[in-house]
């Protein structure tokens, strides 16, 4: 599955912005996604995924803020992102494997979009 992500931009902290992240090829339904992010000097992190089975699994320092989605008859998975603060600005990357498990390490996701920039304005 090939992945494209947009929807970054400028936001104030404070607000919210949805970010979307397009999937083209076979068998959508059958991938778990995931989002990650990668701040300035820092190594790339898990943010949250969302399985096949449609389970939920979130980074504690996202909790209660974001929110993962996904529609497949869009073939498309989405991460809703309110009351943002400034430790949130990153490239946003979302990712997808086929597995069982919910999963969490970088290392166990083969496809990857080519990320999108968030940037949060203190």
């Known amino acids: 599955v090939q992945l494209q992500a947009f929807g970054g931009g400028l936001v104030q902290a404070g607000g919210c912005l949805r970010l979307s992240c397009a999937a083209s090829g076979r068998a959508f339904n059958t991938y778990n996604l995931a989002w990650f992010r990668q701040a300035p000097g820092k190594e790339r992190e898990f943010v949250a995924t969302i399985t096949w089975t449609f389970n939920t699994h979130y980074a504690d320092s996202v909790k209660g803020r974001f929110t993962v989605s996904r529609d497949d008859a869009e073939t498309t998975v989405y991460l809703q992102m309110n009351r943002l603060k400034s430790e949130d600005t990153a490239v946003y990357y979302c990712?997808?494997?086929?597995?069982?498990?919910?999963?969490?390490?970088?290392?166990?996701?083969?496809?990857w979009g080519q990320g999108t920039l968030v940037t949060v304005s203190s």
């Open positions: 990712a997808a494997a086929i597995s069982s498990k919910i999963l969490i390490d970088e290392a166990e996701y083969d496809n």
